[in-house]
Every structure is written in C-alpha cells, then in structure tokens.
C-alpha cells in the first residue's frame, strides 16, 4: 500500500489563516499567538508509484495544486513534519479533519472517475494549522486555541465536526 501526503499551501497572503489569527489574539485574548499559517492535506493511499501519481496530479489537474496560487512539498509521514519554514517563536503544529470527510470522499471519486487513476483507493483531506507561540507560551496554549467546546476559546476544530491532532 503507497501513500502520498501533498501539503499545499497559498503563494499569497493567506486570508483564512489571517482571519483566524486575528480572532485568536484580539477577540479571544491569545496573546501567547505569534502568527498562524495554514496548509491543506491531501493523502493519497492505494497502490500506485507516488512518484508517477505527483506526477499525473499536477501535470492533468489543478484541482490539487494550482501553480499559479499555490506552492506544495511532499512528507514521507505526518510524525515528525516540520513547518514548511522557520519563524521566531515555537512552531506547533495541529491537523483537523472533517468528522465525515467529503471533500476527501469527493477527491477519490474524481481521481478515479475523471483521471482513471484506479490505483488510487483513498483519499483524506485536512488542514495543517501551524501555531507559531511565544517561547514562554503555557503547554496547554495550543489545545485552548484549536478546541472551541463549549466554554472554551478555541477556534480551529469543532468536536461536533471535526477531530484535530496536535503533533
């Protein structure tokens, strides 16, 4: 079984990500926030070269990577990944996933139905938060600004819908 893990980030100013971290620090007190960046995931698994499978990605669609906007890097594995670059601060990183995943439901079925990429049999999508913290930032601040149950001030996945890693 291969895996493919496509990391896709905007070449621009990211107005999601800085909407977010202007409601983490100035309407919900996170000081601790130093800038927060956003990349999308998209993992591929079935049996396939993920070499070949890039390959085929960008060269037929831009449904994934779109040149002209985004940039992308490959990760062997989720364990252990970096932020795509270095800030000042703790960079901590967090993946949320859709509880029912359709956009990744949705993907499988045009790699396969529209590309004829028949090797490819799942595919997930999630968003790569990256939290750059204060160096004297509390342990806990990265789990009080990604869960947003009730009564607490996160933001960036809802338990109702969404589960979120912090690695």
């Known amino acids: ?29 996170h000081d601790e926030l130093l800038k927060l960046e956003r990349e999308e995931l998209w993992r591929f698994s079935g049996s396939f070269d993920p070499d070949e499978l890039l390959r085929k990605l960008l060269d037929r669609t831009s449904r994934f990577v779109n040149p002209s906007k985004h940039a992308h890097r490959l990760v062997a594995t989720l364990d252990g990944v970096k ?65 947003c149950s009730a009564r607490r001030k996160g933001l960036l996945a809802n338990p109702h819908a969404e589960s979120y890693r912090v690695f």
């Open 83 to 147: 932020p795509f670059h270095q800030r000042d601060g703790k960079g901590e990183l967090v993946l949320v996933t859709k509880l029912d995943d359709f956009a990744g439901r949705d993907a499988l079925a045009y790699c396969r139905n529209t590309l004829g990429l028949s090797g490819v049999t799942a595919v997930e999508y999630g968003t790569l938060w990256t939290l750059w913290l204060a160096a004297d930032a509390p342990t806990d601040a990265v789990e009080k600004m990604v869960d």
């Open 1 to 29: 079984m291969a895996e493919l893990n496509l990391l896709v980030r905007l070449k621009v100013p990211d107005t999601i990500a800085a909407s977010a971290e202007m409601a983490l620090t100035d309407l919900l007190a």
